[in-house]
């Protein structure tokens, strides 16, 4: 199975990897453009940015399948504060499936300086004197005490986004 992930950045490259391992993948990592801004706001936004880098990472490869990650922030309803989301999307040219990740509430200084402008992995980097956090354990990392780590999180996203291909439940494709 060849996948290529929209992305260089080594975390999303990982999640993809550990995530489809039983499968042996051969992982390609693209660079793309997520069509969408650096610190996307809402779903939508990050929905709409795993998707377009699943689809330009297939389209620029002879991959089987695309696979594109995001990560966002969003206010939801029901749920006080800010969260950080994260979303995948995966196609093969004809499908695309979406899936998500966890959510966790961000703290409220991070939130002001989000709303300020700011994206979250140089945030993170600030508050904790790291750098480069974003290709690391990222914010799910530091907001869990590492119970969990941007890796794996995005992981779950992606077998979300990947399970509807490799299951004969209510599906029609097969990888």
């Known amino acids: 199975m060849d996948v290529a992930v929209g992305s260089t950045n080594p975390v999303k490259v ?11 993948p051969s992982v390609s990592a693209i660079a793309v453009d997520s069509g969408v801004p650096e610190q996307p706001w809402s779903v939508e936004e990050t929905v ?12 620029a490869t002879d991959a089987d ?27 093969d040219g004809d499908r695309l499936e979406r899936g998500g990740g966890p959510t966790f509430s ?23 004197g790291t750098n480069g956090i974003a290709e690391r354990d990222g914010a799910a990392g530091i907001l869990t005490d590492g119970l969990t780590n941007r890796s794996q999180a995005l992981s ?10 490799v299951t004969d439940d209510s599906f029609t494709s097969q990888l």
């Open 106 to 128: 961000l703290p409220d200084d991070v939130a002001r300086r989000l709303e300020d402008g700011a994206e979250l992995g140089p945030v993170m980097d600030d508050r904790h």
């Open 14 to 24: 990982d999640a993809v990897e550990r995530t489809l391992e039983r499968y042996q």
């Open 156 to 165: 779950e996203a992606v077998a979300c986004a990947v399970g509807p291909f």
């Open 48 to 59: 709409t940015g795993a998707e377009n880098r699943a689809r330009r990472a297939l389209a």
């Open 65 to 91: 399948y695309g696979v594109g990650l995001e990560g966002g922030v969003a206010r939801i309803e029901g749920v006080p504060g800010l969260s950080l989301i994260m979303w995948a999307a995966a196609t």
